[in-house]
């Protein structure tokens, strides 16, 4: 039974909660089965905030992350979240402005401005769907529409076009750039 | 109303439970009959009565009505009848409650019935004292009054019920003595008539105990004593020039409050809500 | 896709399946981590012709529901642990007046105020003897969003049949945790009404002896004019303190579950057959416990997994064939060994009972019950 784990990790306000409903959303709109959790604290904003994806054809038995495959981190503060919880096969997305040092060990980093790109489009509240966008490019996990029909159904309506905007901006990073591997080369022009 | 017969309180009685538990002299039974002489002449059924008690004395009282009688657990008459009345607005329901028992242990629920004004009639027995566990002070014990856990003297005011329940915007309240039975029984047809929550506080008597520990004679000078400590002004008009004192009290309906029934409300709320899930 | 299948929280889950029960009263106080099964109730009563009130307190609002259960309305309150403890008073009453009515505890970090949003499932004991006094009481315990639906409408289910309140008794995880659920489920829900009473109210005695040992409410307004009372009783519902009238009420009530325990229990069960060692757990740990098994016998260990989804009263025959081939029963929980005083109580003589507890906040990993297992067994 294979289980893909995406943990969505930032701080208070980034919209992550909201990016993991919506790519809980998609999912299921594939037919998949999906357990999502979230830090449930008193926490105020700009503290620590994540959420998690345990995608799947079946439930999963255990509904909480264990073993990452997937880990996006919108904020330095967040790049400890996943800690000791990353496979060796996963893959990382950190925004290149706000994550300067993102995590290092045997999975693979990749460096998007997300945050840069949200900006262009009037507001870095859009970073975390442009983050879903590079992720949902990058992985594979669903298809690109799923994921901008689940921001039409959940999203909020004013900000639809924005936000599926940022959705775009984000495949576009993955598709018509290389990624960045390396934090320590940040992409050219974020 | 039972086809227009003159009130006989034995048609309202569970007789076969008779004799009843009070003690000679003790005024619940005088509130009692007030209470059923009320339902009578407001003509309700008897089958569409529902009676909810607390603890105490006064909580004693539901099972001896000939009605849908819900004795529960300590001070929580109101919020138990509070669901009743939500489920079956056609129940006219009364809740039977004593000074300890409204209070002190269900003071929060009188509050806010008070506050929601949900269609109940709370009829508040105060006797000042906890009689049912052999004579401990209450929030209504006057200043001064001996009891056997105040054994140098109340030193704690008594709670002006009536003062709480208006305040917290009770639709009616009112105060009797049950020295006037036909005085008492129209204040509580006032409380039954009235389309919201309404507090009546029964000054009743507790000669066995509180009466006999504090030296205060027979029940009829009881009754008799609280007569004269009756202040004829209105509720009204007192002010702060006339500070509240423990000992006597004003009767009579004492403050009307129209305000929005809050089950009425409630049931708007849902029909404008039908068949939009 | 149906919008019938979508992800729902565990609390939402169990306002839904309220209200697909029947359930058309809600009172409650806001706590955490329960407080969504309020909000969504305060949204979805309305538009099924129900009420929602939020009370002044935990008593008033389970006593509200307890007002509305014999007025003849479904109802139901939810709350955590302090909120628990308070409603203990009135779910006496409940138990001793057999009023049915379905009361929710999502459990948080304890003693008293504890840890709010951390998990545990400090209650389990409370449970089944918070209140004073001797009383049956059903309490279930589910462990998937999913089933906290389904598993809140049987308690509506089983609280009408047998005139008891039914606890529903989760963790903060699982209240929290959101999981793709089937909605279609609900329309296959079977409902159980309360036996009312319809005959004659000069014959009606409202706690006479029944063939099922459930007696017949009746409904104010019927004709019947009960009494109902939290002092011990007689069939005809007043106080009595007669010896032998009081035996023969409390044998009855005492003695009510167990005429058909099959509707009751409940439990899940994962190779069990022939398992030297069993785990059992409630809840988000039973969810670790099923990966750990699943991993433990991919690995050639004998394990099992014996989940009570009734946790009270206790699936005794079931736990019995479950245990009976093992060496080792590990009790598995988030708590200081509550469940396992029972686990204990219960277990055959040829098995010992291990217990692994948590009381951090923190869920138990399917790693930790795996290595606890590796190491019993190295010990064995």
Known sequence: MDTTEIRLCGIGGQGLILGARVLAKALVSEGRKVAQSQSYEPTSRGELSRADLLVGDEAPDYPLATALDLALILDQAAAGACDGLLKPSAMVLADSEKVPAPPQGAFTTYSYPFAAAAAELGTTRAANMAALGALVALSGICAPESLIGAIGAIGSRSHLARNTDAVHAGLRMVRDASPVPDPAKPRPGS | MLDGRPFDILDYLRRDLMPHFLCPGCGHGIALRALLWAVHETGIAKDRLAVISGIGCAGRLAAYIDANTFHVPHGRALPFATGLKIARPDLAVVVLTGDGDCLAIGGNHLIHACRRNLDLTCVMLNNEVYGMTGGQVSPTTGAGRLTTTTPQGNREPAFDACGLAEAAGAGLVGRELTLHPPTLKNVIKEGLAHPGFSFIEVMSDCTEIFGRKNEMGSSGEMILSQASAMRPTSYGSRGATAPFHPNAFPTGVLARNERPEYGAHLRAASASDDGHD | ?380
């Open chain 3, 1 to 380: 896709m149906s919008v019938q299948v979508r992800n729902l929280q565990g609390n939402e889950a169990c306002a839904l399946g309220a209200i697909a029960a029947g359930c058309r009263f809600y009172a409650g106080y806001p706590i955490t981590p329960s407080s969504e099964i309020a909000e969504r109730m305060a949204e979805a009563l309305p538009k099924v012709g129900g009420a929602f009130v939020q009370m002044e307190d935990e008593i008033a609002s389970i006593a509200a529901v307890l007002g509305a259960e014999v007025g003849g309305t479904k109802a139901m309150t939810a709350t955590s642990g302090p909120g628990f403890s308070l409603k203990q008073e009135v779910l006496g009453f409940a138990a001793a007046a057999e009023i049915p009515c379905v009361v929710v505890n999502v459990m948080r970090g304890g003693p008293s105020t504890g840890m709010p949003t951390r998990p545990s499932q400090g209650d389990m004991m409370q449970a089944r003897w918070g209140t004073h006094g001797d009383h049956p009481v059903i309490a279930l315990a589910p462990a998937s969003v999913s089933e906290v639906y389904t598993q809140t409408a049987r308690a509506f289910n089983l609280s009408e049949r047998f005139r008891i309140p039914a606890v529903v008794l989760y963790d903060e995880v699982i209240g929290h945790l959101q999981e793709t659920v089937d909605l279609r489920e609900s329309a296959t829900l079977e409902l159980a009404e309360r036996k009312w009473a319809r005959g004659s109210p000069a014959t009606h005695l409202p706690y006479a002896e029944t063939d099922d040992g459930v007696p017949v409410m009746s409904r104010p307004g019927d004709g019947h004019r009960d009494h109902m009372t939290g002092l011990t009783h007689g069939e005809d519902g007043f106080p009595t303190q007669n010896p032998e009238a009081v035996t023969r009420a409390m044998d009855r009530l005492l003695g009510k579950l167990e005429r058909d325990r099959d509707a009751i229990d409940a439990v899940d069960m994962l190779a069990c057959e022939d398992a030297d060692i069993v785990v059992v757990a409630c809840g988000i740990v039973a969810r670790a416990a099923r990966r750990a098994v699943r991993d433990l016998r991919a690995e050639g260990l004998a394990a099992g997994l014996f989940r009570p989804i009734t946790l009270w009263p206790f699936p005794e025959q079931a736990f019995a064939r479950a245990a009976e081939a093992a060496k080792i029963v590990l009790v598995a929980e988030m708590n200081a060994g509550q469940l396992r005083l029972e686990v204990e109580r219960l277990c055959p003589p040829g098995a010992r009972v291990v217990g692994l507890g948590r009381i951090d906040g923190t869920p138990i990993a399917p790693a930790e019950i795996r290595a606890k297992v590796q190491e019993l067994t190295q010990d064995a």
